[in-house]
C-alpha cells in the first residue's frame, strides 16, 4: 500500500486514525497501541501477505533473543550474553542476506568462476533492509544494556509501525519506547492532527507534483542508456541533474509522508532528510542525506571497526568500508556497491583536505564554491546509482564529457531556467522541519536544534517570522490546501517511491 495511493489517502489513513481514536478513548493507550500493531499488520500484507510469517518471525525471535540477552548480561562476566547477541545479529544478515543477495552472489560466481549455477529469482520482501537494521540494532544495544523496559506489544509497535515500516526513517528504540509510555500517548490531539497533515500533505506534494514530473525527463534518458543507445552532451547533463533532483523530492516526499503520518497519532519520528544539497562538503552531505541511515552505519558499522581510534589509515579505511558496504546495502548490484565506494572515496579526501594546515576561506563565494562543488560530485554519483548496470553508468558518463551539441539553443536556454529554477529551491528554500520549527515538527528537531541550524529566515521575533513559520492560521491553510489540492489532481498515475525497491 503505498501512501500515494488513493487506498490509502482515503482509505486506510483516515480509518485508522478515526478507530485508534475511538479505542484510546473508551478501552485506554494499550489498546490502542495493540491496534495499530494489527493495522500496520495489514498495511503490510496489503502488498503480499505471503511474508507476513517472515515479518512476524524475526520480530519474535529477535524479542526473545532480546530478553535471552539482558538476562545473561547480569551474570558475571556477563554469562552467553555475547554469543547469544553474534547468533542473533547473524540470524537477522542471514535473513537479509538469503532474500536480497542469493541471486547476486550466484551471478558473481557465475561471471567471476564461470560456474553455472541458476539464479533462484527470490522476490524482495518488501522493507526486510529496514526491519533488520531496526532489529540489529535493538539487540546491540541489548548486549550493552541501553534498552530500557518495555513490554512485547511495545516492541511490536517499535519494529511494526505503519509509517516508518516500508523505507525509514531506521528508527531507534529509545525515539519509540520514550513516547509509548506516555500518558496521552494515542489519544486524539488537535495540534498534533494539524501539524502530521500539513507535512504529510507537503511531502505528497513534492512526490506526485515535483518528484514524479521530472521523472519524465530522468527515466527516458537512462532507460536509452541501459538499451545501448548513445547519449548526447545535453542528454547526459538533463537525465543526470534530473534524476539528481527526482531522488531529492521523492525521498524528501516519503520522509515528510512518514513522519507527518506518524505525528497524527501523537509520535514523533526523527528526520531523515535535512537539505542535503546545501551541505557545503560530502561529510554534511552524510549528516543531512538519509540521516537515520548515516547514524547506523556510524554507531553500529563505522564504530565496530575501529572508528577513529586506530589512527588516520585505520580511520580512512574503516570509513571506505563503510560506505561501500552501505552501498550494497541499497542493492545487490555492483553499481551500488562502487556509488558507496565512490563516497567514500570523498570522505577520505574530504577528512585529509580538513586535516591540511592551511587557512581556510569562509566567506560567501567561497561558500558557494563548496557547495556547488559538493553537489555536482554527488550528482555525479548518482548515475551509478540511477543506472541499470555498469554499462549504461559508463554510457551516462562518456555523454557528460562529450564535445557538447547545442543544435537547439531554445531547448538549452529552456534547460539552463529550470536548472535555476531547481537549485533555487533547494538551496534557498526553507524545508519543511524549519518552516514548523516552533511546533517541534520530529523527535530531533527542537527549538535548541534550530538555534544551532539557523533558518534561511530571521530567528528572532520579527515580523518575517510571525508571517512565514508554521502556525494554526488561515493563511497557512489555504497554502497547504493548495498544495493539497494539486497533489489530488495529480494522481492519475500511481508511482512507486524509490527507496521502496531496497
Not at 548515516?294 to 570509513?319: A, M, P, T, V, W
Not at 545487490?332 to 556497491?337: G, I, L, Q, V, Y
Not at 553537489?375 to 554510457?395: E, G, I, K
Request: aromatic residues 18%.
Amino acid at each position: 500500500m503505498l501512501f500515494n495511493s488513493p487506498v490509502f489517502l482515503f482509505g486506510f489513513l483516515p480509518l485508522t486514525a478515526l478507530l485508534c481514536f475511538a479505542i484510546r478513548a473508551k478501552f485506554g493507550r494499550e489498546a490502542s497501541l495493540g491496534f495499530l500493531v494489527l493495522a500496520s499488520l495489514f498495511f503490510y500484507g496489503w502488498w503480499n501477505p505471503v511474508y507476513l510469517p517472515l515479518l512476524i518471525g524475526l520480530a519474535v525471535f529477535n524479542f526473545l533473543m532480546a530478553r535471552a540477552i539482558l538476562t545473561e548480561r547480569q551474570k558475571p562476566g556477563g554469562g552467553w550474553a555475547t554469543p547469544l547477541t553474534t547468533f542473533g545479529v547473524t540470524v537477522d544478515l542471514a535473513s537479509l542476506g538469503y532474500f536480497k543477495y542469493t541471486d547476486f552472489l550466484i551471478g558473481t560466481s557465475n561471471i567471476v568462476l564461470d560456474t553455472d549455477f541458476p539464479l533462484q529469482h527470490i522476490i524482495l520482501p518488501l522493507a526486510i533492509s529496514f526491519f533488520t537494521f531496526q532489529k540489529i540494532a535493538y539487540l546491540v544495544d541489548a548486549r550493552r544494556g541501553d534498552v530500557e523496559p518495555h513490554s512485547f506489544l511495545e516492541y511490536c509497535f517499535f519494529v511494526m509501525f505503519f509509517p516508518q515500516l516500508i523505507a525509514g526513517p531506521i528508527v531507534h528504540h529509545k525515539e519509540i519506547f520514550s513516547q509509548t509510555k506516555l500518558k496521552r500517548g494515542f489519544a486524539f490531539d488537535r495540534m498534533n492532527l494539524m501539524i502530521g497533515l500539513t507535512i504529510f500533505f507537503v511531502g505528497l506534494f513534492k512526490k506526485v507534483v515535483l518528484a514524479d514530473n521530472v521523472a519524465l525527463v530522468a527515466t527516458p534518458v537512462f532507460a536509452h542508456a541501459a538499451n545501448g543507445g548513445d547519449i548526447g552532451f545535453v542528454q547526459a547533463w538533463e537525465g543526470m541533474l534530473a534524476y539528481t533532483f527526482q531522488l531529492y523530492f521523492d525521498f524528501s516526499g516519503y520522509s515528510d509522508m512518514a513522519i507527518g503520518a506518524a505525528r497524527i497519532f501523537g509520535i514523533k519520528l526523527p528526520l531523515n532528510f535535512h537539505s542535503p544539497y546545501q551541505a557545503l562538503n560530502i561529510s554534511d552531505f552524510w549528516r543531512r542525506w538519509h540521516m537515520t541511515l548515516s547514524r547506523f552505519l556510524r554507531d553500529y558499522l563505522y564504530i565496530s571497526l575501529g572508528g577513529n581510534r586506530h589512527g588516520k589509515i585505520r580511520r580512512y579505511l574503516n570509513l571506505f568500508i563503510t560506505m561501500a558496504l552501505g552501498g550494497l546495502w541499497h542493492g545487490p548490484a555492483w553499481t551500488f556497491m562502487l556509488w558507496g565506494a565512490a563516497h567514500g572515496l570523498m570522505l577520505v579526501v574530504n577528512h585529509g583536505w580538513s586535516a591540511l594546515p592551511i587557512r581556510r576561506i569562509n566567506t560567501w563565494w567561497s561558500k558557494g564554491v563548496a557547495r556547488t562543488l559538493t553537489f555536482l560530485c554527488v550528482a555525479l554519483a548518482w548515475v551509478l546509482f540511477r543506472a541499470a548496470d555498469l554499462d549504461a553508468a559508463m554510457t551516462i558518463y562518456h555523454g557528460l564529457v562529450a564535445v557538447p551539441d547545442f543544435g537547439n539553443p531554445a531547448r538549452f536556454a529552456e534547460d539552463i531556467g529550470w536548472l535555476v529554477f531547481w537549485m533555487g529551491i533547494v538551496w534557498f528554500w526553507p524545508n519543511t522541519q524549519q518552516w514548523l520549527a516552533m511546533v517541534r515538527p520530529a523527535f530531533n528537531y527542537k527549538w535548541a536544534d534550530r538555534r544551532r541550524d539557523p533558518l534561511l529566515l530571521p530567528v528572532d521575533h520579527t515580523r518575517f517570522q510571525r508571517l512565514f513559520l508554521w502556525r494554526p492560521s488561515m493563511p497557512v491553510a489555504i497554502a497547504v490546501g493548495l498544495a493539497t489540492a494539486a497533489a489530488f489532481l495529480s494522481l492519475q498515475r500511481v508511482s512507486e517511491f524509490l527507496y521502496f525497491q531496497f
